[in-house]
T-cell receptor, first 111, second 117 residues
Framework: DAKTTQPPSMDCAEGRAANLPCNHS???????VYWYRQIHSQGPQYIIH???NNETNEMASLIITEDRKSSTLILPHATLRDTAVYYC????????????FGTGTRLTIIP | DTGVSQDPRHKITKRGQNVTFRCDPI?????LYWYRQTLGQGPEFLTY????????KSRLLSDRFSAERPKGSFSTLEIQRTEQGDSAMYLC???????????????FGPGTRLTVL
């Protein structure tokens, strides 16, 4: 699987949009971008994924650049409960489907 | 609540003892994964099953580790002769493999935290 690069930490004010970047410059054409988050001492929680189109669900939006070399996860109105480590992962959808986690971005929401 | 459950949530054991963890996946999911997470690191893949067949094992899974999924439903992970280096969070995830775009998302359980004294 391609590797990803994320900033180690970010802060965001409560109520503002949190924009978490991810670089995946070596992504292959059949690899999806997945985002998970992990709140302290809990299992990772799936957030969203996409291939090349922007995606939105009840939790977040995912913006993927046209060349697919980077993406941004957007939490539109951050709350204190969004404080977590956010992982950006690229993987194929069929075949070798294990997730390869990096160290992620530790997002802290400031009251 | 993702629907994946793990038991126990916490386990403290002495070095040299054997431990077994259980994972119950989301009911219709045919794939089950085990990961291990040490402090400050992201989860690392250990092994996965398609129904009852174990399809891949990481080199992290030493001979002291064994995983089973006997009837294609729940799975167990056993560690024999535990060592202090086995202290970690053991995570289970499941997915439904469907050969269509956008499928095969893995959903994780809450994990079992193992402490080896």
């Amino acid at each position: 699987d391609a590797k990803t690069t994320q900033p180690p930490s970010m802060d965001c004010a409560e109520g503002r949009a949190a924009n978490l970047p991810c670089n995946h410059s070596t992504i292959s054409g059949n690899e999806y971008v997945y985002w998970y988050r992990q709140i302290h001492s809990q299992g990772p929680q799936y957030i969203i994924h996409g291939l090349k189109n922007n995606e939105t669900n009840e939790m977040a939006s995912l913006i993927i650049t046209e060349d697919r070399k980077s993406s941004t996860l957007i939490l539109p109105h951050a709350t204190l409960r969004d404080t977590a480590v956010y992982y950006c992962i690229v993987r194929v959808n069929f075949g070798n489907e294990k997730l390869t986690f990096g160290t992620g971005t530790r997002l802290t929401i400031i009251p | 609540d993702t629907g994946v459950s793990q038991d126990p949530r916490h386990k403290i054991t002495k070095r040299g003892q054997n431990v077994t963890f259980r994972c119950d996946p989301i009911s219709e999911h045919n794939r089950l994964y085990w990961y291990r997470q040490t402090l400050g690191q992201g989860p690392e893949f250990l092994t996965y099953f398609q129904n009852e067949a174990q399809l891949e094992k990481s080199r992290l899974l030493s001979d002291r580790f064994s995983a089973e999924r006997p009837k294609g439903s729940f799975s167990t992970l056993e560690i024999q002769r535990t060592e202090q280096g086995d202290s970690a969070m053991y995570l289970c995830a499941s997915s439904l493999v469907e050969y269509r775009e956008g499928a095969n998302t893995q959903y994780f359980g809450p994990g079992t935290r193992l402490t080896v004294l």
